[in-house]
């Protein structure tokens, strides 16, 4: 006999990680961040009760976190990364039968978070900016519709979305339908046009907005992000989440994290500084990439995608390769774009001499 699973999670193939790089190669496949966790960071760490649960509503947390944004603590809901916040709020709101809209090609787990909760996935092509497609997505909702996600700067194109943009969005968003921002890379943003979540939320009782401490606060590997929203809405996604998977670690280290906010913010200006380097001398090669506002640009390779993967390997440079759209390559060390712009020279070329 075998065992009956659900056959949409048996046909799934579960989320895949940035391919971890050789020890002459450089990791630019996951948007981690390039630098080393603060000394504060590590000595908080240290002093946890590890035979002790955590404190399950990340109440000092919270605090901290409201406190910042200007929100009541109930606000606030704290997550093992914003990924699974994510899949809190889906389960809460969607389930058979119901419909999530989001942008295709966007993160990941978008399509596996929905299909775990049952509801059916209607993915709308960005569009040839990079961008969600905010009129397109609009225009897929249906009376199913449960949730809609938008992701900017979006995961892989790294393309924004404007504040005038999403105003025109939400206005033809019913209140009943849940819109969830992910700004996993907020703090990159430089474009004076970009939509800011946070200061959006008193104007729309229907949106959630999704930071983590993962990209420029460099705690990938701790697991947490936060979400700020209507009470109830975070209560239903509270009440999906599994009881006490923010650790105290992970709650020290975002504390320390925050207690040292100016020196990572410098990290962050370092970073987007970098990437503006490397986004002009794309261009300088001949590139026509999207406006870049995450910590990492899209190569839109199409047909060649997987060669020029191989070139970029070749070049001592792993990234995150989406045969046959583009390739994705996070801001790195600096040491790591000579070698990726040594690699981009060689893979335009091939660009120019194919049809
Ligand atoms: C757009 C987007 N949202 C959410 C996440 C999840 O980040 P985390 O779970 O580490 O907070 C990522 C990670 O790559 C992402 O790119």
């Not at 009782?205 to 990938?220: C, E, R």
């Not at 009440?239 to 207690?259: G, K, M, N, Y």
Request: net charge negative; hydrophobic share 45%; aromatic share 6%.
């Amino acid at each position: 006999m075998v065992v009956k699973l659900r056959p949409e999670i048996a046909a799934m193939q579960a989320y895949r990680q940035g391919r971890p790089a050789a020890a002459d190669a450089f990791k630019l496949s996951s948007n981690e961040s390039p630098f080393p966790p603060l000394p504060a960071v590590m000595e908080a760490i240290s002093g946890s009760s590890l035979h002790r649960y955590p404190d399950a509503a990340a109440t000092v947390l919270r605090g901290r976190l409201a406190e910042k944004v200007g929100v009541d603590v109930d606000e606030v809901h704290t997550g093992s990364g914003s990924v699974a916040l994510l899949q809190q709020l889906i389960l809460a709101a969607a389930g058979p039968g119901d419909e999530v809209v989001y942008a295709w090609r966007s993160f990941e787990a978008y399509p596996l978070l929905v299909t775990v909760s049952g509801a059916t996935s209607i993915q709308v092509p960005i569009r040839a900016d990079g961008a969600n497609d905010l009129e397109a997505m609009a225009e897929a909702i249906t009376d199913r519709t449960r949730v809609i996600i938008v992701c900017t700067p979006n995961n892989p194109t790294s393309a924004i979305v404007t504040h005038d943009e999403f105003t025109a969005f939400m206005a033809k968003v019913p209140e009943t339908v849940l819109v969830l921002l992910d700004e996993a890379y907020a703090e990159f943003v430089t474009d004076p046009d970009a939509v800011h979540g946070i200061p959006l939320l008193p104007r729309y009782p229907n949106l959630v907005v999704l930071h983590t401490f993962s990209k420029a606060y460099g705690l990938a590997g701790m697991r947490v992000g936060y979400a700020i929203g209507q009470k109830y809405i975070l209560d239903a996604a509270r009440s999906t989440a599994i009881p006490f998977s923010v650790t105290e670690p992970a709650q020290r280290a975002a504390l320390a994290a925050l207690d040292n906010e100016p020196e990572l913010l410098g990290r962050v200006q370092t970073l987007i500084e970098r990437r503006e380097g490397i986004a002009a001398a794309l261009a300088a090669q001949g590139w026509n990439i999207p406006a870049a506002q995450g910590n990492f640009v899209w190569l839109p390779t199409g047909e060649q995608t997987a060669d020029a993967g191989e070139v970029l390997e070749a070049h001592g440079i792993v990234a995150r390769v989406f045969h046959p759209d583009g390739i994705r390559v996070s801001v790195g060390e600096e040491e790591s774009v000579e070698k990726l712009l040594a690699a981009t020279a060689v893979v335009v070329e091939t660009l120019r001499e194919t049809p």
